[in-house]
């Protein structure tokens, strides 16, 4: 698991206060990247050989959610395969799912394990692992329907692997905490723990229905960096946003610090306009040093690319922590 290629990035623009900024290239990745998308967004990419790979929701034209695998040498410029991801058997014979969408892509000790919200009678989470990003062996899903934002830690945690998830409904869920399980083998999910509820909405109102895991926690001296997704309940539907919180690195159902303001919300054309208005939704961040670049769907229409300093992120959550 190693890249010869420096991440993206592009630097802080002048005059900006702002913690965390957007690619002046924005959107990555268009609605129409491949020739059956309808859209392509809430997608995770990781370092991959001497570049990147990722696992791509593409919604075709007839709006079937699926994921999709692609390649790339700067982080920037895709090349998405044309067809979904075939899976084959990894520890179960039950990989039939009505949808795939949402992924999360996590290296730990030896492959990719990737998460994704999968329909089996409603939206639970789909585990695979894949070691070339062509072959991809789907598991046993993580958890009983309704759940949605299964991110996996990159490491395991006293011996287990650990994986933050949101339970929900079978719907447009209008609540929503997160939650962490832990697993011996990836196979049997248990240890169900809080780690984080919506805040009250006189206190930070742009996290007030519900939240998400967003990208795959990094670890710092300070703790494990959460980005991750809130949403408020408006007169014109959900707003979706973006925050960070910092977990202890060895109890990470305990949060140091959680952000009170967003760092980015819906605010540029291809945030507020698309077939989901209002949405910032984080779901892969590439690390260097102490440089971060957050991948996001925008809108549920595209991809979109921020990127901030780390220390920054943490200095800010823990000074304006709720």
């Not at 965390?20 to 290239?25: A, I, K, L």
């Not at 967004?41 to 999709?68: H, L, T, W, Y």
């Not at 054309?269 to 892969?284: I, K, S, T, W």
């Not at 990127?307 to 304006?320: C, L, M, Q, R």
């Amino acid at each position: 698991m190693s890249s010869k290629s420096t991440m993206p990035w592009e630097d802080r623009p002048e005059g900006s206060t702002d913690v965390m900024w957007r690619f002046s290239q924005n959107p990555v990745i268009g609605r129409y990247d491949i020739p059956t998308s309808n859209s392509i967004f809430n997608s995770a990419v990781v370092p991959f050989e001497d570049g990147f790979a990722g696992v791509f929701r593409c919604d075709n034209k007839s709006v079937q959610m699926n994921i999709f695998a692609g390649f790339s040498k700067d982080g920037i410029n895709w090349d998405i395969n044309h067809n979904p991801i075939k899976m084959v058997e990894g520890n179960t014979s039950m990989i039939d799912s009505d949808y795939k969408y949402d992924p999360r892509v996590c290296w730990i000790e030896d492959r990719y394990w990737i998460t994704w919200c999968n329909g089996y009678h409603g939206p639970t989470i789909g585990i695979a692992y894949t070691f070339d990003f062509k072959t991809f062996h789907q598991c046993e899903n993580a958890f009983l329907p309704f759940n949605r934002n299964g991110v996996l830690f990159p490491e395991k945690i006293d011996g287990k692997y650990a994986m933050l998830s949101r339970p929900s409904d079978n719907g447009h869920t209008p609540f929503g905490d997160i939650y962490i399980s832990y697993s011996p083998d990836m196979k049997y999910w248990g240890e169900h723990r809080c780690v984080m509820k919506v805040s009250n909405f006189t206190d930070s109102a742009w996290q007030c229905t519900k939240i998400g895991a967003g990208s795959v926690p990094i670890r710092t001296n300070e703790g494990w960096l959460m980005f991750y997704h809130g949403v408020i309940n408006t007169c014109n539907g959900f707003r979706y946003s973006m925050g960070a919180a910092l977990l202890d690195l060895e109890n990470p159902d305990k949060v140091l610090y959680r952000s009170k303001p967003y760092l980015l919300a819906p605010a540029a054309p291809y945030e507020l306009m698309g077939d989901v208005p209002n949405v910032v939704f984080p779901c892969a961040a590439l690390t260097e040093g102490n440089k971060v670049a957050v991948y996001y769907g925008a809108a549920d229409t595209v991809v979109g690319m921020s990127f901030a300093y780390i220390d920054e992120v943490i200095d800010f959550i823990k000074k304006n922590s709720l």
